[in-house]
């Protein structure tokens, strides 16, 4: 289970890094649409 203050921290280290977070962007957007799929599948889960 990914915790929401977890993922807000993507945004805390951008806003810190500012422009020079673009070298990491393709990997925190992976991450972070990993992120959405496990919580779609834990919906899914839950409503079965």
């Known amino acids: ?3 929401p203050a977890v993922l807000s921290c993507f ?3 951008a806003l810190a890094i500012g422009p020079n977070f673009s070298r990491y962007y393709d990997y925190a957007t ?3 649409n ?3 799929a496990t919580a ?3 919906e899914k889960k839950n409503k079965a």
């Open 1 to 3: 289970l990914v915790k």
């Open 11 to 13: 945004g805390d280290v």
């Open 30 to 32: 992976k991450i972070l």
């Open 34 to 36: 990993m992120a959405i």
């Open 40 to 42: 779609k599948t834990d």
